[in-house]
């Protein structure tokens, strides 16, 4: 079993800045993957952000140059830094981990960009 914590999320004034964080424990033995994923009230669950084992990453083109994804491998968590935040960011944001082929989803935290 795979445990997913989620942290860091909350209201913001738009411009603000944001950090999640998402800490994984239990049976883990090489993560592939680490990612954020976000989904607004009546619209499907997106890619925000993803990391893989050898530092790639890729962005959704909405939050390039806004938003950066890290990780910490030796204390298996992912982080993601949101900066000059939008009301268009608003949505719940979901940690998403990837080991030996399997999914594993957070519980989700909700950012709220509003003024």
């Known amino acids: 079993q795979v445990q997913l914590v989620e942290s860091g999320g909350g209201l913001v004034q738009p411009g603000g800045s944001l950090r999640l964080s998402c800490a994984a424990s239990?049976?883990?033995?090489?993560?592939?993957?680490m990612g954020w994923y976000r989904q607004a009230p009546g619209k499907q669950r997106e890619l925000v952000a993803r990391?893989?084992?050898?530092?790639?990453?890729n962005y959704a083109d909405s939050v390039k140059g806004r938003f950066t994804i890290s990780r910490d491998n030796a204390k298996n968590t992912v982080f993601l830094q949101m900066n000059s935040l939008e009301p268009e960011d608003t949505a719940v944001y979901y940690c998403?981990?990837?080991?030996?082929?399997?999914?594993?989803w957070g519980q989700g935290t909700q950012v709220t960009v509003s003024s």
């Open positions: 998403k981990v990837t080991i030996l082929g399997r999914n594993y």
């Open positions: 239990g049976s883990i033995f090489d993560i592939y993957a």
């Open positions: 990391i893989i084992s050898d530092g790639r990453t």
